[in-house]
Structures are given as structure tokens and as C-alpha cells.
């Protein structure tokens, strides 16, 4: 598939209806609480009489559906949300989920989700700060004494990281300065991590260096991440599209281990973190087309995204398709456009007519050149040359004259 403007333009036209189409979803599956409240669960394609919901369905919900204009129907579950995780005694802590650091962020991502900075104090975001290893980073959970060793993980830190960026209290403190030059040291040392736990860390430190964090070692993490990425794009089969990853950790409560999971999209995560980085290469650029594509088709034709991995209609995995729907759509056709010739083919009228000029004389001139050439190898060489130019004065007459008809 040849991405031309047009093509992309329509693309970025139904991204708009695909997240939508999530928000309805969400809408559409909501709990209604004891009090009124609206809560999720972990999927929803849940029955009707199955009133299950949790933490990250609920923050899922927060999110999606504060950023689609609906903040007044989830402020109140905001402020639930809150309560319960800080509550010493309560529901959340006695089941040890606030013993899990990832079920911790996000809470926090739900609190205050449409502000850019958080600048007032906050019990959430103070309370994830808190389970912070000092000077490294996060661990999944608690599973040790409080006096015992401690391990950090990138995952871990990647994503509490994200969820405090805005958190001005802890972003101006030395912990955050300690925990992103942690994290930035693990992958320039490690790389060899799956996917989503790269595109993560890269979602993570242009969060913190968008707002103004500067240490050493981050550029160059960032530098990692970007080849590393970019790389693993231009070899994804679009088959795996629909596969997650899964993510496993121990958890041990009252003197009893029990196996926890988290699945993700990489498919879903890795575009973002590329458009995010805004990444120029070819094939990169065109993965995230192609991946956007599929989840939007998806959106659209089936009403709702099932991974093979689990054949299920996961709220945190919709949460994720739609920031990457929002920051798709945020960029404009030119930026989105993997083709180096057709960006310049689809410039202004009078860019694309010297454009077209330009590559006409390098054409007649390597004629007369390849004519002139007393050597069969002088003649190959200036008729390949020759050739090439003519062909791209015939690729942009065709985008000029047909861009975005299909083939």
C-alpha cells in the first residue's frame, strides 16, 4: 500500500470515529455503584448481571471517558478511586492491592487526567512516590520485608514515572532525578527487553524531558530507544498485530505467593512511542500507519478490539488504542507521511512544479551525457542516471495528477 495524503487524511478521518467508538464502549459498559457511581471492570464484554470492577478498569474508564468531554460523569469515581487507595484498613489494602505498584498508577493517572501539570498536593500521587527504591526506581510490588532487598524493575519505573511527570512536587525533587537516571542507565545498558517495556521507557522520558528534565544520560537513552524501536517496526509481520504480551510478577500476601499478570499491546504501544519521537524513518513510519490501521479497522468493523491472546474486550488494552487514536490524529497528514519523494510531490503547487523541473534537467542532461560517453561504462552509468530522474519526474506527475486513488 502506497500511504498518500489522501489516504492518510482518510485514515486520521475514521481514527476520529474509531475512538469514538471507545468511548461509547466504555459508556455502554459502565457499573453503577452502590452510591451511583460509575465503575469497570477488567473487560467489557462482561455480562449484564456481572458486577466485577477493579482499579484498572476503572482508571481506564476515568481516562477515556474525561478525555472524550465526559469529565462531570467520572469525577466522582475519580474521587472514589482516591479514597480507596489511601483508605489504611480499607477494601484495596486488605485484598494487597495497593501492594501492587502497577494497580497505584493507575489510580493516578485517573486523578486530575485532563491537566497538562498537577501543581496542588496529592494523597495518590504522594502515596505512589512513596514505594519509590531510593535513588533507583519502582518495584511490580511488595514482596519482601521492608528490610530486605529490593528490585526495581524498568517496567515498574516506566510506568510510575509516566503517571508522576505531571506531579510538579516530584518531578522538582532530587527521587525523580535519581529514578529517571536509573531508568536511562538500565537500557543503555540493556536493550535486549520486549517491546512494551522500550516503548514505555521512551513514553516515559519524553514525558519528563517535555517538561523540562534534563540529565545525563537521558538524550542518549532516548537516542537507544529510537533506533532499537524503529528497528523492531520495520520487521513486524502484520499478522502479530492482535497478539499481547504478557507481563509476570509474584505477589506475596499474608505469607502467600500468588501469580499476577498484565498483558499489553505491543502493536498499540510501539506506534505511539514512535510518533512520539517523531521518528523519520521509511519503515518505521509506515508501521505506524499500518498498525493504526488495523486497530481502527478493527474499531470500526467489529465494534471492538479482541486479542487473540485472550479473545476478550480488555478496558486497559482500549485506554491504550485510544491515546494512540488521540496522538495520531493530533499530527497532521505531511508529518504522518513515511515517503520522503511523496512529501515532497504533495508540497505547495509551485514547490512540486520546480521540484518536477529540476529532476527533468538532470534527466536531459544525464542523456546527453549517457549520448556523449565514449565508454559502454560512462554510457551505463549516466543512462541509470538518466532513468532514475525520469522516473521520479513520472512519480510526482502521478501523485500530482492521482494521489490517493488506490492502485
Known amino acids: 500500500m502506497i500511504w498518500t495524503s489522501k489516504r492518510i487524511e482518510r485514515l486520521r478521518l475514521d481514527a476520529v470515529q474509531a475512538r469514538s467508538r471507545v468511548a461509547a464502549l466504555f459508556r455502554t459498559s459502565q457499573i453503577r455503584g452502590s452510591d451511583g457511581i460509575v465503575l469497570w471492570g477488567q473487560f467489557l464484554d462482561s455480562t449484564r448481571d456481572d458486577t466485577q470492577h477493579g482499579v484498572y478498569g476503572t482508571s481506564a474508564g476515568v481516562q477515556v471517558l ?5 469529565w462531570t460523569a467520572v469525577e466522582r469515581t475519580a474521587a472514589f478511586l482516591a479514597r480507596s487507595i489511601v483508605q489504611a484498613g480499607g477494601d484495596l489494602e486488605r485484598k494487597g492491592d495497593t501492594s501492587i505498584v502497577f494497580k497505584l498508577i493507575y489510580a493516578a493517572e485517573a486523578q486530575f487526567p485532563l491537566a497538562n501539570g498537577i501543581e496542588q498536593e496529592d494523597a495518590v500521587l504522594d502515596y505512589l512516590a512513596a ?5 533507583q526506581g519502582w518495584e511490580d510490588c511488595l514482596v519482601a520485608p521492608a528490610n530486605g532487598p529490593r528490585f526495581p524493575t524498568v517496567l515498574a519505573t516506566s510506568c510510575a514515572l509516566r503517571a508522576l511527570a505531571r506531579y510538579r512536587r516530584f518531578r522538582s525533587t532530587r527521587s525523580c532525578e535519581a529514578a529517571a537516571s536509573w531508568l536511562s542507565d538500565r537500557i543503555l545498558h540493556d536493550r535486549d527487553r520486549r517491546p512494551h517495556e522500550l516503548a514505555l521507557a521512551a513514553l516515559c522520558l519524553l514525558d519528563l524531558k517535555g517538561r523540562g528534565l534534563s540529565i545525563e544520560g537521558m538524550d542518549a537513552a532516548l537516542a537507544a530507544l529510537t533506533d532499537t524501536l524503529s528497528t523492531w517496526a520495520g520487521s513486524a509481520k502484520a499478522d502479530s498485530y492482535d497478539l499481547s504480551e504478557t507481563y509476570h510478577f509474584s505477589l506475596d500476601l499474608d505469607g502467600r505467593r500468588a501469580n499476577k499478570y498484565l498483558f499489553f499491546l505491543p502493536h498499540c504501544i510501539v506506534p505511539l512511542a514512535l510518533i512520539r519521537l517523531r521518528v523519520h524513518h521509511r519503515s518505521a513510519r509506515a508501521y ?10 478493527e474499531l ?7 486479542p487473540r491472546t485472550t479473545l476478550r474486550v480488555s478496558s486497559v488494552d482500549h485506554l491504550w488504542i485510544s491515546r494512540l487514536l488521540a496522538e495520531f490524529t493530533s499530527l497532521s497528514t505531511g508529518e504522518l507521511q513515511p515517503y520522503r519523494l511523496l512529501r515532497w510531490a504533495e508540497s505547495p503547487p509551485l514547490q512540486r512544479a520546480i521540484l518536477c523541473i529540476l529532476f527533468s534537467l ?9 549520448s556523449a560517453a565514449t565508454s559502454s561504462t560512462g554510457k551505463l552509468l549516466w543512462g541509470i542516471v538518466a532513468t532514475v530522474a525520469l522516473s ?8 500530482t495528477l492521482l494521489k490517493g486513488q488506490k492502485k
Open 362 to 370: 538532470v534527466s536531459v542532461i544525464a542523456g546527453l551525457a549517457a
Open 288 to 297: 505506524v500507519l499500518r498498525a493504526t490501521n488495523y486497530f481502527v479497522q
Open 300 to 306: 470500526l468493523s467489529r465494534r471492538a478490539f479482541r
Open 131 to 135: 514505594r519509590q527504591v531510593p535513588d
Open 392 to 399: 521520479l519526474v513520472g512519480r510526482c506527475l502521478w501523485e
Open 66 to 70: 474525561s478525555h472524550d468531554g465526559d
